[in-house]
């Protein structure tokens, strides 16, 4: 039922665009679903915790504002872990690192299920971060190795969709737990997705390793370090719990930590994260294109909610019904994705599709107490299939010209670039509703959409900007994957 692992052997281009041949049928067809699976599990874990914050607090007898370290450890944790994904997949084989992430990340909502008080509630978050860390990339490198580059953006796109309803269904579930049961059921209703989940990858999920040299320890050091303590400045610069020079001083020492491993990077024989992969023209705008382009776009989660409930005065279910379209379109448009790309080409997908993305972000600002709710909903659903195809698009164009002894490591850059990503879009929003909204604006909620609207114009501005990095691309790349193209053939 498995397929055997591969050890050591380098592998040739045909190989590496080849699907596991003694991969049973229907292992293969089940294998999407189990990484999706995980995907949100993740996604909606970090979601459905926001909205549970006040209540918790108060059970904790904490202020609400101490929950902010619950928040951060876990995102902490992530980037820590996430750039030794790709090496720990390829020396211990895919299918043990995906079980074991998928067992940690259950065990650790468990424990944060049973905490008694804050401290042991973020340690319990720590270890939920270290499985977390691995499921993203270590799933995205086995779908790399199973299918073939002609199959890989429908799988991608599928896989693309959990990572849509996690952050659609988590203000919703959060709200009716924490206001008809117990704050704790929060941590545990992802307990019995993993325990299914740990049963069929045991059956299902196939073995991959590879050949690995030894652990790049002084560059997982000054690149986790380095990360981290981006990470961590990043999540309190969008809420000023630190005064400028403390900011900036934190923001010296991470980019001082980030180049130090880039220098040690050039000069070691087995770095830990391969920046020779930057020199690959798709890649590199896949790469540089994801995190400019998140900019953007990740600030939206943030904003919705605050001018649904605090500007428009819907409740928090309310909220989260009426973004619950993006998730829909995202479903039921995913199988057009693949046509699309085949017929248009990633450049031209990128450009424009981004084009599109920051222009409807500016249209949001026209959003008020006035708009009908059905016009809300159409903004909102035509934003999710343009969103969810960029996803598709930069996440699949990632590994359109690497082999796959270059898989892993490309899997643990993008992954760690999208998880920095996320962070600073989110503080990007904060920030920029912050300058714009007025310091007392009390009950005057007029005042307050127009701060919300300023800040859409803003990051619409940044979305659109962040097409130049896509013009780097050339017609025809991407072509291995959007048209069926294998490496070996025409």
Known sequence: MQPSSKNGSQPSPIEASSPEPSLADSSKRLLPWLIAVAFFMESLDTTILNTGVPTIAAALHVAPLSMKSVLASYTLSLAVFIPISGWMADRFGTRRVFASAIGIFTLGSFLCGISSDIHLLVACRILQGCGGSMMVPVGRLTLVRTFAKSELVRAMSFVAIPSL???????????????????????????????????????????????????????????????????YVLEVFGEHTLNAREILGLLAISILLLAGYGFHATRSPYPMLRLTLFR????????????????????????????????????????????MPQAIAAMSLKVAMPRILGRVGYRAVLISNTLVIGLMILLFATIGKATPVWLIVAEVFFYGFFTSLQYTSMNTLVYADVTEEQASGASSIASTMQQMAISFGVASASLVTVFFLPSRYGSNTEQFIRGIHYAFFVLGGMTLLSTIVFCELKRGDGDSVSQGKELHGG
């Open 165 to 231: 309803i996690g952050p659609m269904l988590g203000p919703i579930a959060g709200g009716l737990i924490v206001g008809y049961l117990h704050w704790r059921l929060i941590f545990f209703v992802n307990i019995p997705i993993g325990l299914v989940g740990l049963f069929l990858v045991y059956w299902h999920l196939p073995d991959y390793r590879e050949h690995t040299n030894p652990l790049d320890v002084t560059g997982l050091i000054l690149f986790g370090s380095g990360v981290a303590l981006l990470s």
């Open 280 to 323: 690959i023209r798709t890649f590199r705008a896949a790469v540089a294109g994801s995190f400019v382009t998140r900019l953007g776009i990740g600030g939206i989660p943030f904003l919705f909610p605050l001018l649904y409930q605090v500007g428009l005065g819907f409740t928090p279910v309310q909220s989260g019904l009426l973004m």
